[in-house]
């Protein structure tokens, strides 16, 4: 889904990966939940709507090289698992007035906070912290904008400007709901299990 080291070199495929233990940009996590909003397909960033010549002629943009990369059933049950973060979870305080799916993130010791999350029509996502270093500069008992803040968490800190992004973004957009998952990709396939008291194993 487009998601790389920030150096844009490949993601390490170790087990920790899908904690966030490489470091990523903002730009390519707003891509990898751009997907999810779009059901799976996955388009390039391409950081311009189009080119005009001085004659005002179009010239077009580059192509975004779009192409479906998660079947939609997938990306349509994680939309609904994003969305509950957002009616029950850690993003609740952040509505923006029209369905929306997010997830906010917290690096160890608060070395960085992070609100990644989208409409079906608009994706984004806001990182803090210290580009010296966050293990060294953690956001812990410092002061921002005359705030004193003991210790910085995603939904506290990166949700409030997400959400005003968001709702700027997303003006003048029609509300749009997300596709409601098939129950199977939630739930998988239910099947009643027999039940097998009082058998000896070979019959069981």
Known sequence: MGVTQATGTPLKRVPSFVLGSQAVSPLAMAEAYATFA?????????????????????????????????????????NQLL???????????????????GKTGTTNENAAVWFCGHTPQLATAVWIGDPRGGQRYPIRDITINGTYITKGFGGRLAGPIWRDVMIAGSKGQPVIDFTKPDPTQIAGLQTTVPDLRGLDPAAA
């Open 83 to 101: 969305t509950s973060v957002m009616k029950i979870g850690t993003g609740k305080s952040l509505k923006i007035g029209r369905p929306v799916a």
């Open 38 to 78: 779009a059901r799976g397909t996955h388009c390039r960033s391409v950081p311009m709507s189009e080119v005009v010549d001085r004659d005002g002629i179009s010239l077009g943009a580059p192509s975004a090289d779009c192409k479906e990369v998660i079947r939609p059933a997938v990306a349509d049950a994680v």
